[in-house]
């Protein structure tokens, strides 16, 4: 047996035991890549690879739903929180269903994550890395798309009134305005930074 004959016994064994224990069963999308056709059907594939990196997987999210399998979405270049260059803005309009028109494959996307990763921070300034922009992402996940605002100038009232409701319960939640963890451009309301 060889090394990649080994990682795809290994992870179809792993599956085999899961489902006999009554477990979901979640994969990164590696091994849909190298093995897809032997998934069981009831895994999903947790697609966390950028556009940008497309020579090693992109669009796989709707090659995962083309094939019957649920997907969760975590864009690696619109959803990691430890970019700091990435404001709230695109994390709002981050779009999960990119090329996946079809309703049927649409709903086999069952959500999205945003990561942070830790060695870019620690405990003196994790909270102003996640906050407010995971909130435009949830925010973004959590509203049906019809409902969505077009253009994400039109939720920055309310992600500043949340992160004026994070700073009031001792949640060191960034400004709006700037990038990831960025500080207030001058001083003034919380509603307004």
């Known amino acids: 047996m060889n090394e990649s004959q080994a990682y795809q016994y290994f992870v179809l064994r792993a599956q085999k035991i899961a489902l006999s224990h009554g477990f979901e069963i979640v994969n990164w999308e590696e091994t ?6 032997k998934l069981s059907r009831k895994t999903v594939v947790h697609n966390w690879y ?10 796989v999210a709707a090659r995962v739903v083309a094939s019957g399998l649920r997907c969760i979405v975590s864009n690696q270049d619109k959803w990691y929180l430890d970019h700091l260059d990435t404001p709230w803005e695109e994390f709002y309009t981050n779009e999960p269903l990119t090329n996946i028109t079809n309703p049927k494959q649409q709903g086999l996307v069952i959500g999205g994550e945003v990561c942070m990763w830790g060695e870019k921070v620690d405990a003196s300034d994790i909270e102003q890395t996640i906050w407010p922009r995971a909130a435009a992402a949830a925010e973004r996940l959590w509203t049906p798309y019809d409902k969505l605002a077009k253009d994400p100038k039109q939720v920055a009232g309310r992600l500043a009134h949340f992160r004026c409701l994070l700073n009031q319960r001792g949640v060191a939640a960034a400004p709006l305005g700037g990038p990831g963890r960025g500080a207030p451009i001058e001083p003034g309301s919380c509603y307004v930074q």
Do not use: H, M, R, W
């Open 32 to 37: 849909f890549n190298d093995f897809g056709d």
């Open 50 to 59: 950028a556009i940008l990196f497309a020579q090693l997987g992109g669009g």
